[in-house]
């Protein structure tokens, strides 16, 4: 794991609500060398391995292009109801509290595509499960799945499985 | 203005609404040549004269942060309410009905740091001109606008004004 990433990002107590500690990622972002370092390194495992990665609204978005970019391969965006203008496939899936969709374009992936799925954190994996239902509906090959940031006290790892997870900087 | 790109970019009728033209750039996302290189024809004009990319969420989120590294700096991010756990500056701004608010951490530039703002659209400038108004109030010098796509027949660019606006393809 790389502690100079890992000393980019900032904790920011009680946010979005009280006895949270939101890891914020802003300074890395911020950050001339911190920003192509942390691509490289959620990139690295999937060269010559991927056709597609699948980036997911709206942190998702910030890395995914970049990502995509350093692989050589195209971008394909899962978005929350109503943003992508052609046809769609969606996918809910339960929050906490009440639940939550997702949104692919039907043609965002070809048969057999293989994809790597890209977003800043991995926390209780429950979009991140949804993203592979959706890949899974529009017979994608999911390869894995990269993460800056995996809280690794919360279940998103197991709820991903059999995906291989990927992450840069690991909290236990 | 590269007619590559522009072949890369699909009308979508009646979308978000009845009698609008949706310009929708994910083929150009998906595409593994067009992603690139619309990414370096953003970039260009502002190699060496910025010291950080501002991206708007959410789509201007997809090419903040590969823009931000080919010019070799940081990004920053402007974000709906809310969102952003530090400290934040709010800026609201009229809509065709309605209004909307955008937020930027107070940290997110420093005073007289040259920015160039990203988003993918320039269509009516409220957005634009909103994050405009951030950057000045932060004290950060804004040397340039830098779109994938211009609605030639919206007032945006007169909106942004006398920001320059740096876009890759245009409708008139």
Do not use: C, W
Not at 98 to 124: C, F
């Amino acid at each position: 794991m790389s502690e100079f990433l890992k000393g980019l990002i900032r904790d920011i107590p009680d946010f979005p609500k009280p006895g949270i500690v939101f890891k914020d990622i802003t300074p890395l972002l911020n950050d001339s060398k911190g920003l192509p370092e942390a691509v490289s390194a959620m990139a690295e495992p999937f060269r010559g391995k991927v056709d597609t990665v699948l980036g997911i609204e709206s942190r998702g978005f910030i890395f995914g292009a970049p990502v995509a970019i350093a692989l050589g391969v195209g971008l394909a965006l899962v978005r929350k109801p109503g943003k992508l203008p052609s046809d769609t496939k969606q996918m809910t899936y339960e929050l906490e509290y009440g639940t939550d969709t997702l949104e692919i374009h039907t043609d965002a992936i070809p048969k057999g595509g293989r994809v790597v799925l890209v977003d800043d954190l991995l926390a209780t994996g429950g979009t991140a499960a949804a993203a592979v239902d959706l890949v899974s509906e529009l017979g994608g090959d999911l390869v894995g799945a990269s993460f800056l940031i995996e809280l690794g006290f919360l279940p998103g790892r197991g709820k991903v499985s059999p995906v291989p997870v990927h992450s840069v900087i690991r909290y236990d």
